[in-house]
């Protein structure tokens, strides 16, 4: 997904967007004038595109107005189309520091007429760090990597007033109730890559889990969706839209 902006950067801020390692933006971002670098690792661009095919409409349908939590945020992306579509208040939160930064750099460039705000944060204690739950949580592309996904989403519950929207991948053509922890034995973090450590693991679930799991949650699925049939090889995805009971 390329994030484009109908806007002209000042030489400053063309200076500090190219200031920011390519491996940083996980979303790419193009102006007017100016465009920032693609990540390496152009399964990431093909990911986002597909991500942008199935969400956007659930995003713009629900934040109008509203109060917006957007959780493994990465530089931002989402956060923007959801402020873009007239939230009144967004806040992204990932744990890594550079993708922070890189997304305060482009809110920096962005008229908008809500408050956004960007935070390095841990999901295991997310519920300690907010006063107030929010109308709408989006939780994109985490939860595979969540070594305890079901703690998690009822720490996540806590927060969510009316939607929850979710999109987790590694998801098995299976089935019944099954998941899979796998360790990885490659560590791609100087390619950038930085959820893909050696030694962490991944969850692998079928949708019948995940239903579960979101049950456990507190969450009750109003609508879901998957990739294209053809496109499901390579996007092992599972996508919802929740609403909490």
């Not at 629900?62 to 945020?73: A, H, Y």
């Not at 998941?179 to 692998?204: C, N, P, Q």
């Not at 679930?205 to 995940?210: A, D, G, I, S």
């Not at 496109?231 to 919802?240: E, M, N, P, T």
Request: a positive charge; one cysteine or more.
């Amino acid at each position: 997904m390329t994030l484009r902006l109908d806007i002209d950067l000042t030489d400053e801020q063309k200076a500090a967007m190219a200031a920011i390692p390519a491996t940083v933006w996980f979303t790419r971002v193009v102006y007017r004038n100016a465009a920032s670098p693609l990540h390496p690792n152009l399964q990431l661009d093909q990911n986002n595109e597909m991500k942008q095919a199935l969400l956007n409409d659930w995003v713009r349908k629900s934040v109008k107005g509203k109060r917006v939590l957007d959780l493994f945020c990465g530089n931002g992306a989402f956060s923007f189309i959801a402020a873009l579509a007239g939230a009144k208040e967004v806040v992204g939160v990932d744990y890594a520091e550079e993708r922070i930064k890189c997304a305060r750099v482009v809110s920096g460039t962005i008229p908008l007429n809500c408050q956004i705000d960007f935070r390095c944060g841990d999901v295991y204690k997310i519920a300690e760090n907010f006063d107030t739950p929010f109308d709408v949580v989006l939780c994109f592309g985490g939860l595979y990597h969540i070594a305890d996904p079901a703690f998690v989403l009822r720490e996540i519950r806590r927060l969510v007033k009316e939607r929850l929207i979710l999109q987790t991948s590694q998801v098995m053509p299976y089935p019944g109730n099954w998941a899979k922890f796998i360790v990885r034995r490659k560590d791609l973090t100087r390619e950038g890559m930085t959820s893909i450590r050696g030694g962490y693991g991944t969850w692998h679930y079928t949708v019948k889990c995940l239903r579960e799991i979101l049950l456990h949650g507190g969450f009750r699925i109003i609508d879901e969706r998957r990739p294209p049939w053809l496109k499901r090889r390579c996007f092992h995805w599972y996508l919802a839209r929740c609403e909490p009971y």
